[in-house]
């Protein structure tokens, strides 16, 4: 149970470019959603928050503008970058959890999608 | 300041030479502790939670336990499939979101 899946696995796309990442809970119903960068060697690093059906929560420093969260149904939230820059290139991870948040539900963690802007 | 230390950053043992990983932390009341498993490229996958102080664990070669200040990740002869670095977080209970340490790289050697 709890499985996180995450599509695409890798993409490579040209600067100035649009790239949508999707993130699904497969086998139970995720009220809140987290998204989360991974530099090389690093620890993860919190982007956004996402409740079903409510506005994300951004992290100081993250674009909102930049980095578009939809968190339509339980099941489902994307992360859109947009006019993707090589600064951009990243190991982005996302995370659900069955609860609100204020609980202590763990957050199970999907496999991670490799950008590589050109 | 909310605070998550491991040691050691790096850890090679031999095949079926046991150790331990810890985990140390400052928190403003703590709501739960984290262990997560990730192998390179991969997302985080989950091992254990533990709530409150004395509390334990156990999965296969795993065993984790937590006090007041730090949880220790025993790992009992360990295996070459269990080299991967190992992250734990805290979430205070004041913020539902999970404060993470650097991880500990583990590599068992054949």
């Known amino acids: 149970g709890a499985v996180v899946s995450q599509h695409p696995s890798w993409v490579i796309c040209k600067s100035g470019t649009s790239v949508k990442i999707e993130c699904r809970s497969l086998?139970?119903?995720?009220?809140?959603m987290f998204w989360y960068r991974q530099f090389p060697k690093q620890s993860l690093m919190l982007m956004a928050t996402?409740?079903?059906?409510?506005?994300?929560?951004?992290e100081q420093g993250v674009e909102k503008d930049k980095f578009l969260i939809n968190h339509a149904s339980l099941t489902l939230s994307t992360l859109t970058v947009t006019s993707a820059h090589p600064e951009d290139s990243s190991f982005y991870i996302c995370s659900a959890s069955s609860s609100s948040g204020g609980t202590q539900e763990t957050q199970y963690f999907g496999p991670g999608t490799r950008l590589l802007v050109l | 300041e909310d605070q998550v230390t491991q040691s050691p950053e790096a850890l090679r043992l031999q095949e079926g030479e046991s150790s331990s990983l810890n985990c140390s932390y400052t928190v403003s009341g703590l709501r739960g502790l984290f262990w997560y498993r990730q192998d390179p490229g991969k997302g985080p996958e989950f091992l254990f939670t533990l709530y409150s102080a004395g509390e334990e664990k156990e999965k296969e070669r795993l065993k984790a336990t937590l006090t007041k200040k730090e949880s220790f990740l025993h790992i009992t002869a360990p295996k070459p499939e269990d080299s991967a670095t190992y992250l734990c977080a805290v979430q205070a209970a004041s913020n539902y979101q999970l404060i993470w340490g650097a991880g500990t790289k583990l590599i068992i050697k054949p």
């Open positions: 996402s409740n079903e059906g409510s506005k994300a929560t951004y």
């Open positions: 086998d139970f119903q995720a009220t809140t």
